[in-house]
């Protein structure tokens, strides 16, 4: 993997990189000023893959990112961040989506433990709500969309 992205770094002319909010096994997540929108925050989730991939690997992963960026481009639902480019640099894919800013369900989770509590019962209903809402939206998409990796530290829904 390369270095991450360091945080005034302009990625695309366009996105200044404020810091790096989350990372994971196949990138990291950065805050971004969108120098175009000025006012605007933005996500950039980063995919980046293994060096060691055959080359027709890692051409297949980079097409199936290019499907999934323009799928996810054309959602709009209030639960959902919204998508709204897509862009490569060298072996690096950048997803740029709404900023959403908040704790996401598992550092709530993590929270109240360290305080010896459970979430409240009308917090966790507000929660599950809203995630099946979204999720019904996912699935009456033609064709249906379905997430594949639904955990609780990436869950982090839009206000409302």
Avoid at 11 to 18: C, F, H, N, Q, T
Avoid at 29 to 57: N, T, W
Avoid at 83 to 97: A, G, K
Wanted: a neutral charge; charged letters at 30%; aromatic letters at 6%.
């Amino acid at each position: 993997m390369s270095l991450p992205v360091k945080p005034g770094e302009t990625l695309r002319d366009r996105y200044r990189i404020r810091e790096r909010i989350g990372q994971g096994g196949m990138g990291n997540i950065y805050l971004a000023d969108d120098l175009r929108l000025e006012g605007r925050l933005c996500a950039l989730k980063e995919v980046e893959y293994a060096r060691a991939l055959p080359e027709h690997i890692l051409q297949e992963a980079r097409d199936q990112f290019l499907r999934e960026a323009t799928v996810l481009a054309r959602l709009d639902h209030h639960n959902l961040p919204k998508v709204s480019d897509f862009f490569s640099i060298d072996q690096r894919d950048f997803l740029v989506m709404d900023y959403v800013p908040g704790k996401d369900l598992r550092a709530l989770m993590l929270e109240a433990r360290k305080q010896k509590n459970f979430l409240s019962e009308e917090s966790v209903l507000n929660w599950a709500n809203r995630i099946a809402d979204a999720l019904i939206y996912l699935h009456s998409q033609e064709p249906p969309i379905i997430h594949r990796d639904i955990k609780p530290s990436n869950l982090k829904l839009t206000p409302g």
